[in-house]
């Protein structure tokens, strides 16, 4: 199993930046990617960033050169840039693992608690 804690959220105005953290604890060495979700009121949850064990980044057309996801494998921790932000960023966002149970044969996802961004005009 894998435990996942955000941090970093907070209110920020429109043109400005914010980092979110994600520090992973249990059984990482079976996490096949991690990234970052966001869920507006009223709307579904949906994809912001991923990042894959070889490094390998994926971005919502929404984000992309304002965003930047990374990690630092020593810290076990993957971290959201973000940049240039407008109020239609505003969410929460979550903290996703996608890992490997090897016993069941399967790929499960992990969900943090969620952290709140809010951006003011």
């Known amino acids: 199993q894998v435990q996942l804690v955000e941090s970093g959220g907070g209110l920020v105005q429109a043109g400005g930046s914010l980092r979110l953290s994600c520090a992973a604890s249990?059984?990482?060495?079976?996490?096949?990617?991690m990234g970052w979700y966001r869920q507006a009121p009223g709307k579904q949850r949906e994809l912001v960033a991923t990042i894959s064990s070889r490094d390998n980044t994926n971005y919502a057309d929404s984000v992309k050169g304002r965003f930047t996801i990374s990690r630092d494998n020593a810290k076990n921790t993957v971290y959201l840039q973000m940049n240039t932000l407008k109020p239609e960023d505003a969410a929460v966002y979550y903290c996703?693992?996608?890992?490997?149970?090897?016993?069941?044969?399967?790929?499960?996802?992990?969900w943090g608690q969620g952290t709140q961004v809010t951006v003011s005009s």
């Open positions: 249990g059984s990482i060495s079976s996490i096949n990617s």
């Open positions: 996703n693992a996608n890992y490997r149970n090897w016993l069941a044969g399967k790929n499960v996802d992990y």
